[in-house]
């Protein structure tokens, strides 16, 4: 029996497994801005239900949540940088190498669900809290469809934008792909990831953090999937 290869991946609807970020979309998109998943911090429903089978949905997390920055959670941890966030929430969820791995940096964010009722957001999935702000930004530059394709958007369907928001169980619930249909904006995740990227011109993704004012940085042509690990 012959071995099934799938195909070359498209490169506006797909993300990179690691490795530089720009040179993985060099000539699909001009310019890529990392977006920081908020930690979650509950204000009226206890902490202990985040857990897999008692997992808020959407709505109750945006209804009884607030969002706390990677900022603050620098600040209340005594962390030295926003890489050892990430450093520290990839070493929870075993996505390092242990040569990689800082267990220290993620005790500290541990610490700081016991402490202040702060939690880090779930990965390789978009945030409950900046899901709806992100279709809105994609809205208001003029766009009201998008396409949604699984991990490696080998299936996809046509969406209303409208209709993906105030969804608990819609289908950019889980590890997904977010493209408009010109191919001119992406928004995707990496599964080890807490942030997901936002891909297209510098004019767009401009635009949209004047408005928004989304946590996160642009990518320079130097900075990779694990961009927290690299010199």
Not at 131 to 136: F, G
Not at 185 to 196: I, K, Y
Request: proline content about 6%; glycine content about 4%; hydrophobic content about 40%.
């Amino acid at each position: 029996m012959a071995e099934r290869i799938l195909p070359t991946p498209e490169i506006f609807a797909t993300c990179p497994r690691e490795g530089k970020i720009l040179e993985y979309y060099a000539g699909t998109f001009e310019a890529v801005y990392i977006l920081l998943h908020p930690f979650i911090r509950p204000v009226s429903i206890q902490k202990e239900q985040f857990k897999p089978a008692t997992y808020p949905s959407r709505s109750s997390i945006v209804k009884n949540c607030v969002s706390v920055s990677w900022e603050e959670v620098v600040k209340r941890a005594g962390l030295p940088s926003l890489a050892a966030v990430d450093i520290g929430l990839r070493t929870m969820i075993l996505g390092l190498t242990p040569e990689l791995s800082n267990q220290q940096f993620a005790d500290k964010i541990a610490s700081l669900g016991d402490s202040d009722d702060i939690l880090p957001s779930p990965e390789g999935c978009f945030s409950d809290l900046l899901h709806d702000s992100v279709l809105k930004s994609i809205q208001a530059l003029g766009y009201e469809w998008v396409w949604v394709g699984d991990e490696f958007c080998t299936e996809r369907k046509l969406h209303w934008i409208d209709d993906l928001k105030d969804r608990d169980a819609g289908p950019t619930r889980d590890r997904c792909n977010v493209f408009t249909p010109d191919k001119s904006l992406l928004w995707t995740t990496h599964w080890d990831s807490h942030f997901s990227f936002l891909c297209s011109s510098q004019h767009n993704l401009d635009a949209i953090q004047s408005a928004c004012h989304f946590e996160g940085f642009f990518c320079t042509p130097a900075t990779e999937v694990y961009w927290s690990v690299r010199p």
